[in-house]
């Protein structure tokens, strides 16, 4: 009697994700889910080994329970806090990451958000839509000149840096492991941490969603920025608390913000909330936030979006396929659950 294949899915996955997964692994049975939402009624999920997610699945204590064989949690991104990291050692399931694939793609991203918001270019769009336009009411703001402020000069940090001297942008930045190497190169200078929050015209995060940074712009950080100033995040939603963001900026305390992460972002998914729902599990009560900053008109908020260029997916994939052959062969790189 022949042995079953080992099972390997892929949530949030595309055709393309199927065609190179099914390519490279001959010998599993690959399995793609559109949805990232993990339903335990899938017949997959008993039989999988190996599951490969995207940031908006979540797999904590409840969803390991699911997966009676799983060895390994393959995330396709850089981030990884959509994964209990504990939970998973517990059970002896290894979870790996890709350290880069969009340094260039996010960093490009965050200055478009930023010029989007200062050149109020959905605001100029819908006047054209609607033929009635009047440059009063729809004059920007130049990049040229304005101080930018960086919070992470880790690779995406590094790269909004070297665009922003381009824009000849005066630029300053805080990281708890400053490369003053890299300052010289680029031209920027690092200061504390409540300074750049207080000089900056511009504030772009590029920090991890750690504890450690859970609501690090919070209403005492925002009510040292300049009412003129734009947050751009487009690192984690967890790093800024949406409840003091709004009230910054229904109050004119904050001009604007190009958000490519929020709180809670998981629920723009109606899947999402349907099977938050059928497990019993508590919708956070600031869910409801996501409407109130989609509808403020100096916000524009895009659904993680800021990774997704046809160049950076490729890179995903081909390292999350590294990284699942290096596990199989027993000698796993890139893990974060060590």
């Known amino acids: 009697m022949s042995r079953k294949k080992p099972t390997l899915i892929i949530y949030s996955s595309s055709r393309a994700d199927e065609l190179l997964f099914r390519r490279s692994f001959p010998y599993h049975e690959v399995v793609g889910i559109p949805s990232p939402v993990i339903d335990p009624s899938c017949p997959a999920v008993k039989q999988a080994e190996v599951i490969a997610i995207h940031v908006a699945s979540h797999v904590g204590a409840t969803q390991l329970k ?36 969009g340094e260039h793609t996010v960093a490009e991203y965050a200055m478009l958000l930023a010029m989007l918001v200062l050149r109020r270019i959905p605001a100029t769009l819908d006047a054209v839509s609607q ?20 919070l992470g000069t880790g690779r995406i940090g590094l790269r909004v840096i ?7 942008m005066r630029v300053i930045a805080h990281d708890v492991y400053p490369d003053h190497n890299k300052a010289i190169e680029l031209g920027f200078e690092y200061r504390v941490f409540n300074d750049v929050l207080e000089q900056s015209d511009i504030v772009s995060l590029h920090m991890p969603g750690t504890k450690q940074n859970t609501h690090i712009i919070n209403a005492s950080a925002l009510a040292r920025m300049k009412p003129s100033a734009v947050l751009i995040n487009t690192a984690r939603g967890s790093l800024v608390s949406t409840n003091a963001l709004i009230k910054a900026l229904k109050s004119n305390q904050l001009a604007g913000a190009g958000l490519d992460v929020v709180e809670g972002e998981q629920y723009l998914d109606l899947d999402e909330e349907l099977h938050m729902i059928a497990e019993k599990r508590t919708i956070p009560a600031d869910v409801k936030n996501l409407e109130i900053l989609r509808a403020l008109p100096q916000v524009i908020m895009t659904s993680h979006n800021a990774y997704n260029t046809t160049e950076a997916l490729m890179r ?14 027993g000698t796993p790189q890139n893990v974060v659950s060590k």
């Not at 002896?92 to 890709?98: A, D, P």
């Not at 004059?139 to 960086?150: P, R, Y």
């Not at 081909?318 to 290096?326: A, F, G, K, P």
Request: aromatic fraction near 6%.
């Open 66 to 101: 699911y997966f009676p064989r799983l060895k390994h949690i393959a995330c396709r991104s850089t981030g990884y806090d959509m994964v209990d990291i504990g939970a998973a050692k517990k059970r002896g399931v290894i979870v790996t990451n890709v350290p880069s694939y």
């Open 131 to 150: 033929g009635d336009i009047s440059a009063q009411e729809l004059t920007g703001h130049d990049l040229a000149g304005k101080t930018l402020g960086v």
């Open 162 to 168: 070297h665009i922003a001297r381009g824009f000849n």
């Open 316 to 329: 995903i994939r081909e390292t999350t396929r590294d990284n699942i052959r290096s596990v199989i062969d």
